[in-house]
């Protein structure tokens, strides 16, 4: 399995992403320099999070023009599986690979800290070693990570069972006091129509090690190794 790290200037979270893929997963890994166009060689890539161009004008909104996202929405297009992590979720947004848009914290403060993850579908690239409603402990770190849509999109992303993390309580409750940020109906990720991309504000390489005080984040990468060993 040969996974691709997308690097734009201002990304920060590209070398916790490489540890886990090569040192926990045992994958081949490569960073992705964002002026390179061709991805095709790869069986999954990653878009982590961080501050791409320092977050300036808004967040994600210059990283969509670069090069390297020609080649990813090909990739998307043809079936590859792509994964936004926090900063790469707003990416994914801005570039029109996913629905909605992320804004500032409705507390329009930064926020890091544990939270707790609700599986909505377990039916997905990213999810299939997971199972419906089981929740995971997993961290986030964003200062613009709510999630809005209007009520159309919403009631597209319900049928199209497009939702597949929300933020909840340790029991799986979706309450508004486990909304860290403010988003729409609690989402925390969601994918394409197809299923094959996904956008996610928490951070999973955060969460792949007890040490780090948590490996749920491992359902989720097993569940994309699950699935690329199924396609070949």
Known sequence: MRFGIVVFPGTNCDRDCW??????????????WHEER???RFDCIILPG???????????????FS??????????ESGGLVIGICNGFQILVEAGLLPGALVRNNTTHFVCKFVNLRVENADT????QCTVGQVLRIPIAHNDGRFFCDEENL????????????????????????????S???IAGIVNERGNVLGM???????????????????????ILSTLELAR
């Open 67 to 76: 090069p390297v996202m020609e080649g990813i929405r090909k990739f998307a």
């Open 155 to 182: 009631r597209r992303l319900e049928e199209n069972k497009q939702i597949v993390f929300r933020y909840c309580t340790p029991e799986g409750e979706v309450t508004e006091e486990a909304n860290p940020n403010g």
């Open 19 to 32: 540890h886990v893929v090569k040192r926990v997963l045992n994958c081949d890994v490569e960073f992705v």
């Open 125 to 128: 690239p990213f999810t299939n």
């Open 201 to 223: 504000m928490p951070h999973p390489e955060r969460a792949s090690e007890k040490l780090l005080g948590s490996d749920d984040g491992l359902f989720i990468w097993r569940s």
């Open 50 to 64: 961080g501050f791409s161009y320092g977050d300036y004008l808004r967040v994600g909104a210059i990283a969509r």
């Open 38 to 40: 061709d991805v095709s």
């Open 184 to 186: 729409v109906e609690n």
